[in-house]
């Protein structure tokens, strides 16, 4: 009997660990994929199960992975492996203990530190600029288990959402190529995590997207970086009640404009300059949802 592993994901993520699997021809028995009609809020979702098919892959969607027949298909395949990829669903212990070698886990930041929700946001925002991918033994705590492999990777003070997801995608790609083969060989060999180093990151809302115009126009432009796309963005309302996102934003000195943190100062083809506390943010590329006109001296609140 050959290696057994079942892959179950739902992002960006899981299709380039399953996409790794295919090209290094690492066995891979069944393919559990987030189904389409559930993925409205997913960030950078992905379904996984066109490249199963692609592959001759049997395969399964599914809205909750912990539903019972998800759990009996997984208990009779009876894999060596599970791999749990891009996955924001809580696992437990029965789909942990049908694994008998172990379930793994990934996540975009150097275990122990930045163990929970939103990692790559909260590392944009906390000004983190060298991080790395960690896959792990998942158990029954919240990114607590034991290490089996990191891959380093950059974050610049330039970079935005999808560049970081790039960074991470070719990282996580690295690793799966150095994982698989040590997995099929038995030589893998975990690693404890030092619980005093552990630190978390707390769940995000869209709503923490919402630009607060007394900061400095650094710490916007850092937030409007940290949830560009693929997230939902950040945004503010123009003359209190219409909501714009903002994708795309410089901050820079002011040396021309006096007025009130949150007010308009220019309006051009090219881009829209806000007064800062500190400067002026100069806005390129951004959604006004109700399509009004947006004039110099309104503000955003």
């Known amino acids: 009997m050959g290696m057994k592993t079942i892959v179950i994901g739902s992002v960006v993520s899981s299709e ?78 029965d789909i942990l203990e049908a694994a008998s070698k172990g379930v793994i886990g990934f996540h975009p930041t150097p275990l122990p530190k930045f163990r929970g929700r939103a990692a790559m946001v909260w ?12 896959m ?31 960074k991470m995608c070719d990282a996580i790609g690295r690793m799966t190529e150095k994982l698989l083969p040590q997995l099929l060989e038995g030589t893998i060999q975990p690693v404890k995590q030092k619980e005093e180093e552990a630190t978390y990151l707390l769940k995000r ?16 432009q850092r937030l409007i970086r940290a949830v560009s796309r693929p997230y939902p963005g950040a945004f503010s309302d ?18 021309k404009y006096y007025g009130i943190s949150g007010q308009i100062a220019a309006v051009t083809e090219k881009y829209l300059d806000i007064v800062c506390e ?21 503000k955003f609140k």
């Open 16 to 93: 380039v660990v399953l996409q790794k699997m295919i090209e290094s021809n690492y066995p891979v028995d069944y393919v559990f994929s987030l189904d389409e009609q559930y993925a409205k809020d997913v960030s950078g979702y992905r379904p996984i199960h066109k490249l199963a098919r692609q592959n001759q892959i049997p395969y399964k969607t599914f809205r909750k992975i912990e539903d019972s027949k998800n759990v009996e298909i997984i208990r009779q395949l009876k894999p060596d492996y599970i791999f749990v990829v891009g996955l924001s669903q809580l696992v437990k212990s």
């Open 123 to 134: 590392q944009v925002l906390l000004g983190v600029h060298e991080s790395k991918c960690t």
């Open 136 to 166: 792990f033994l998942l158990d029954e705590g919240m990114d607590s288990g034991d290490i089996l492999i990191q891959e380093p990777y950059i974050i610049e003070d330039t970079d935005y959402a999808k560049d970081i997801e790039r």
């Open 205 to 220: 809302t869209p709503e923490d997207g919402r630009i607060d115009w007394g900061q400095p126009s650094e710490k916007i």
């Open 238 to 255: 123009y003359d209190g009640k219409h909501k714009v996102i903002f994708w795309k934003a410089d901050y820079l000195e002011n040396k």
């Open 278 to 298: 500190d400067g002026l943010l100069r806005v390129y590329d951004y959604e006004n949802i109700d399509e009004v006109r947006l004039l110099a001296g309104h």
